[in-house]
């Protein structure tokens, strides 16, 4: 999968920079080309020469060649290739890459990078462990960067514990991976329909009952799908988010009901439907036609009514062929509630998330989900970007729908 890849090899200084040689060396075997970019630390820890002699191309390091006055673009670089892999990635790297703090080229490349970018750290246990590091990682993680997580085992300092750099055969197999289920394009012929985002449930002119979604796993989701070839069709609520890239159409709706309406359209031809929209499940009996004034009324009272539950209904007449996967955003009872959503909406597979998770549900870049198929499986996952977890979701319908 790695032959004719466009790869930069970001190393930073740290003793692990010695096992960046193998990593180079796997790669250029495996077929890729590679550019390495590094930072003056990493330079005291392994030469430009032997790095140079390995890629077969002078290394870069400095914004500019010394006596030639020769400027280095990191912006071409970043756009010549298909993926930067950051190994070893220092503490005080890592910080500067989460805060874009520009002030070397391996940086200034990290930030005009468009490719996905893999991230593996490699420092003491005890700097692996702080605060600070795991803010600055799961920075990282929710701008989409991929990490490879440390392993545990002996350190250059002599103590044991998490902070040793993945092993450089374990890297290659993890960009092999990434490669082969975008090149593998193993959704292409299949149309998936995705519901994303809150909805809005009028009350009069100006107001609206809604909630807290802000579409990010839903576009996630559509954003992955397209990209493993599959038509998409995504039906969203208000969210301020641009649509993915590739092969996706957007239907914007506001309401349930017309969320409903929109999915009714197309659910008959889709293979796949993921329902992750955050569905209002009642909406005002009457909208009124003018904003409603205060007036001296102490109180007052909305009457609600239920909205129609799009996954149960579309769910109640799903054909063979077709694989419906639910959410449930829970706050207890996770996963009984999860498995009796799972069967009372005739779902195939069931994302299960817990607003008691620090870093899961709602509004920010990370989730941590729980799935669970019809069938009895169960899997969990650790916090990761909504990018990965979407990776996750769709290497999990994949599994089922073989
Ligand atoms: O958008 P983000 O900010 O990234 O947040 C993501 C998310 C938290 C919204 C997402 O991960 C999630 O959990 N989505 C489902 C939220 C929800 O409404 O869960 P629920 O347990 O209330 O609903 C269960 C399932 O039924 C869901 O698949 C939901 O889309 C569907 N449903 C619910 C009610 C309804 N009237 N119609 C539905 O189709």
């Known amino acids: 999968m790695l032959k004719g890849k466009h790869i930069i090899l970001g190393i930073t200084g740290g003793i692990a920079a010695y096992k960046s040689v193998s990593l180079l060396r796997l790669l250029v075997k495996a077929g890729a080309e590679v550019q390495v970019v590094i930072t003056p630390a990493g330079k005291e820890f392994i030469t430009p ?29 970043g756009l010549w290739a298909d993926c930067m892999v950051i190994a070893p990635a220092t503490a005080s790297s890592i910080a500067k890459m989460a805060n874009g703090v520009a002030d070397n080229m391996l940086i200034t490349t990290y930030l005009s990078a468009k490719s996905p970018v893999f991230i593996a750290p490699a420092m003491d246990l005890d700097m692996m462990a702080h605060p600070s590091t795991r803010r600055n990682i ?24 998490k902070g040793r750099m993945e092993e450089p055969e374990k890297i290659v197999e993890v960009l092999d991976r990434f490669f082969e289920k975008i090149e593998n394009q193993s959704l292409a012929g299949k149309k998936v329909l995705i519901t994303a985002g809150p909805t809005y449930e009028a009350i009069d002119p100006v107001r609206f009952i ?24 995504l039906v969203s609520g208000p969210v301020s988010l641009p649509a993915p890239e590739g092969n996706v159409t957007r239907v914007d709706v506001t309401s349930a009901r017309e969320m409903l309406t929109a999915c009714e359209k197309v659910f008959d031809e889709a293979d796949v439907a993921i329902f992750c929209a955050a569905v ?24 609600l009514v239920r909205n129609p539950d799009i996954a149960a209904t579309l769910g109640a ?86």
């Open 280 to 303: 209002a499940d009642y909406a005002p009996e009457h909208v009124a036609d003018h904003k409603i004034k205060r007036g001296d009324m102490p109180e007052m009272t909305l009457k």
């Open 49 to 77: 020469v032997t790095l140079s002699a390995l890629s077969g191309k002078p290394v870069v390091s400095e914004f500019f060649t010394a006596n030639t006055g020769e400027w280095h673009s990191h912006v071409d670089l």
């Open 210 to 233: 809604g909630n807290y979604s802000s579409g990010k796993m839903g576009y996630a989701l559509a954003a992955e799908a397209a990209r493993r070839g599959a038509e998409v069709v």
């Open 317 to 402: 007449r799903r054909h063979g062929g077709q694989t419906l996967v639910g959410f449930a955003l829970e706050t207890d009872d996770e996963m009984v509630n999860g498995r009796s959503k799972l069967e009372r909406k005739h779902l195939d597979m069931v994302v299960i998330n817990s607003m008691r998770d620090a870093g899961a549900g709602f509004s920010g870049d990370t989730n941590k989900i729980t799935v669970v198929t019809a069938a009895g499986d169960e899997k969990s996952f650790p916090l990761k970007s909504k990018t990965e977890v979407a990776a996750d979701i769709i290497d999990c319908i994949e599994n089922i729908s073989r």
């Open 138 to 161: 799961e920075a990282l993680r929710s701008y989409g960067n991929h990490i490879i997580e440390p392993e545990s085992g002996f350190l250059a300092s002599g103590l044991i514990g």
